[in-house]
C-alpha cells in the first residue's frame, strides 16, 4: 500500500509495488498462507506483473489453493479456480483448502466485503514509501475496523505492521 492508503493506482495499476524492494517478514507470512482469495483486478496484476517466468502470488515461492472471486466471465490459467458468490461462501471453500493455515485476502473490494461480514481476524499491511495521490483505497466502504498493533517490522524502504482485528 502507498503510504497515503492506496493499494493501486486510478486504473488498478500497481507495477510501482514492484519498484520496492520486498519487507523482511514476508516469508514468514507465505509460508503461513495455505490459501488466497484474489479479486479479479489484483489478479490482473499477477498476470502482468514484472516477477519473472512465474505469475504466480510471491513470485512462484508460494505453493497453495488461489481463488478467484469475480462477478462476471473468468476464464482462469491452470492452477486457479474461479469463485462467485458471497464473500462468505468463498472464504469457507478457501479455509477448507488452506487446512490449518490461514487464508489471505488480496484486494481492496474482497478485503471491504471480508470486514463487512466480520470475518477479518489480522491485517498485514505491507507499506511502500511513495505517495499515489489517488487510486483505489485500501479497503473502501468497510466501516470502521478497530485494530490492535502486534507487530512493525521495518524493512529497506517497505515498512509492514500487523493487527490484529478487535472484536
Do not use: C
Not at 23 to 52: D, F, P, Y
Not at 98 to 122: N, P, R, Y
Not at 132 to 146: K, M, N, Q, T, W
Amino acid at each position: 500500500m502507498s503510504l497515503d492508503g492506496f493499494v493501486a493506482g486510478p486504473e488498478h495499476e500497481m507495477d510501482w509495488i514492484f519498484e520496492h524492494p520486498a519487507s523482511e517478514g514476508w516469508e514468514e507470512i507465505m509460508e503461513a498462507t495455505g490459501a488466497i482469495i484474489a479479486g479479479r483486478n489484483s489478479q490482473a496484476v499477477n498476470e502482468r506483473s514484472a516477477l519473472g517466468a512465474t505469475k504466480a502470488p510471491y513470485g512462484g515461492r508460494w505453493s497453495g489453493a488461489l481463488f478467484v472471486l469475480t462477478h462476471g466471465p473468468y476464464d482462469p490459467p491452470e492452477g486457479i479456480t474461479a469463485l462467485s458468490g458471497d464473500i462468505r461462501d468463498a472464504i469457507a471453500t478457501a479455509q477448507a483448502a488452506a487446512g490449518a493455515k490461514k487464508v489471505e485476502l488480496f484486494g481492496s473490494d474482497i478485503s471491504a466485503q471480508a470486514f463487512a461480514a466480520g470475518l477479518v481476524d489480522e491485517v498485514v499491511v505491507h507499506i511502500a514509501p511513495v505517495v499515489l495521490g489517488d487510486g483505489i483505497p485500501f479497503s473502501p466502504g468497510s466501516g470502521r475496523v478497530d485494530l490492535e498493533l502486534v507487530g512493525a517490522r521495518p524493512g529497506q524502504g517497505v515498512t509492514t505492521l500487523r493487527y490484529r482485528v478487535r472484536r
